[in-house]
């Protein structure tokens, strides 16, 4: 029987109808749009969908992207099952991936498997641009297509959405831009100032904004297959709390999974690894540690050990532009004395003993001077760290665990903000287990495992806090939904039903 069989028995001429929150979606008038958040809420097919909203203009081109190939099929199949309904003469050109609708608009299908693959859409224009899956393609993937985002003609509108589920390489930078940037439905309107050529500075405004859905948003999917909720329930928890309700803060996949970051307590220090910063006492040792890079950001973080051996990160000087994953191209001098400034100025480092712990490479001498002896002109020493990742990975583990009361060995001062930002969003690496995904942004994990490796501590065993224990049916009576009063009737480009022609 066909899903959608009840629909068409009712309407018959109605292909699709977008649901509630699917409306809401197709009548955003941003630049960009992030939707859904979470599994089943019927993002796929508003994307097919909202890909054919301009084919009847001659110039129009759109793309619609996944990842791979196979992923892509899934897409390619939904178009198959709506397109030559609501277009008869609509023709599917499967080398190409393209549909070619009459008056000679087109839908082009493709993937981007590597960064690299970005160099087949150079010279391209695409009035829109789909992406299923956001977070699985990198920023600096989305800001080369971004580019791609112009039009081919006049008339046509140009835009960009996007759907997405927590988790995957690009969750950090997808949560930054869309989920925590702004309430869900809030209009965030980004600033670009554009230097003319004659000095004079052009204001530009782009704006995006993010509409949630989940599986409880889409009525069709929950009549047609009720087991689809149950097999989302019976998950395990940190991926039941993504894809079911779109928690964006657990995930699977997540390395350092034992992350918490509980403003509540902040000040008695239990249960979460953030807290509020204190006056270090003269007694505590003084660690600094170094990750160097130029493209991508270096990152030095100090840290204060106590009398137990607990680590607290106090301080960090993080190199990245504010665009995530991109360094700000300070020269080696510069980075060093900046940190000697740092160590010489800040009341927590003046006149501390203070052990260096580095990268490895920066003792390289490819023939000028190393990093290292650059350090060591701007009187910043370092030994070199040990850079067994493996060993490295678990000794984080080990301090990031929580005790039975809930203390770990590691606290971060809740102002070293890349930190926090970067390191829970690290994920593990699918080819090689146990490590993280090195794609991600991982220069302060990999200066903060040089520190650890500097100050190994025993294995230890992770605690779950009270009160957390997984339980399918609290977390069901759990469920937010946001009021959408007022959107649709707000909207300016509503999305009527795809009609028989
Ligand atoms: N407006 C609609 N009319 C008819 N069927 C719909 C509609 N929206 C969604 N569906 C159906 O609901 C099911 C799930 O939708 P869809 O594949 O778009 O969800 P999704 O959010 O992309 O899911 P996933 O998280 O698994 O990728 C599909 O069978 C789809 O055809
Ligand atoms: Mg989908």
Request: proline fraction near 6%; glycine fraction near 8%; aromatic fraction near 12%.
């Amino acid at each position: 029987m066909n899903k959608n069989e009840h629909l068409f028995s009712v309407e018959p001429n109605v292909i699709w109808r977008p649901q509630k929150k699917q409306a809401m979606f197709m009548a955003r008038g941003e630049d960009e749009a992030l939707y859904g958040g979470a599994a089943g809420g019927g993002k796929s097919d508003a994307l097919i969908i909202e890909a054919t909203r301009q084919v009847h203009l001659p110039h129009y081109k759109a793309l619609i992207l996944r990842r791979t190939a196979p992923q892509l099929s899934e897409l390619i199949e939904k178009s198959h099952r709506y397109y030559p309904r609501a277009f008869p003469e609509a023709r599917y050109l499967a080398s190409s991936r393209t549909w070619r609708f009459p008056g000679g608009a087109k839908i082009v299908f493709g993937t981007m498997q590597h960064t690299a693959d970005k160099t087949n859409y150079q010279g391209q224009a695409y009035d829109f641009i789909a992406f299923d899956e956001l977070t699985h393609f990198t920023k600096e993937e989305y800001d080369y297509l971004r580019s791609r985002n112009r039009p081919n003609g006049p008339g046509t509108r140009c835009y960009i959405r996007a759907t997405a589920n927590p988790g995957g390489i690009g969750h950090g930078w997808v949560k930054d831009r869309f989920i925590t940037a702004a309430p869900p439905m809030t209009t965030i309107r980004e600033r670009i100032p554009i230097e003319c050529p004659d000095g004079r500075v052009r204001e530009e405004y782009r704006s995006r904004i993010f509409v949630p859905s989940t599986v409880f948003d889409n009525d069709i999917l929950l009549q047609n297959d009720p087991g689809y909720l149950t097999r989302l329930g019976s998950l395990p928890e940190a991926e039941r709390r993504a894809l079911l309700y779109g928690d964006w803060d657990s995930y699977t996949g997540q390395f350092f999974s034992e992350w918490r970051d509980d403003p509540a307590h902040y000040a008695d220090r239990r249960w979460t690894h953030v807290i509020d910063p204190f006056e270090i006492p003269e007694s505590f040792h003084i660690y600094r540690s170094f990750d160097w890079g130029y493209n991508r950001p270096f990152s030095c973080g100090w840290w204060a050990v106590d009398h137990e051996g607990v680590a607290y990160r106090i301080l960090e000087l993080y190199g990245c532009t504010g665009t995530p994953n991109e360094g700000v191209r300070w020269t080696a001098q510069r980075v060093f004395e900046e940190i000697r400034k740092t160590e010489q100025e800040h009341r927590w480092l003046k006149g501390k003993h203070i052990r260096g712990v580095a990268d490895p490479a920066i003792f390289a001498h490819d023939g000028g001077e190393s990093i290292a002896d650059t350090a060591m002109r701007a009187r910043v020493y370092f030994s070199p760290g040990d850079n067994q990742r493996l060993p490295g990975w678990m000794q984080m583990h080990y301090r990031l665990s929580f005790d039975e009361e809930g203390y770990p060995m590691m606290y971060v001062f809740k102002n070293c903000r890349g930190f926090i930002r970067t390191v829970p969003t690290l994920i593990y690496d699918e080819r090689r287990a146990e490590d993280l995904d090195t794609e991600g942004e991982d220069h302060i994990a990999d200066e903060t495992r040089y520190f650890c490796m500097a100050r190994p501590i025993a294995p230890r065993e992770a605690k779950r806090p009270d009160g957390r224990a997984p339980d399918a049916l609290s977390l069901f009576l759990d469920v937010r939904r946001e009021d959408v009063s007022g959107y649709a009737a707000r909207a300016k480009t509503e999305f009527s039903p795809i009609t028989k022609t």
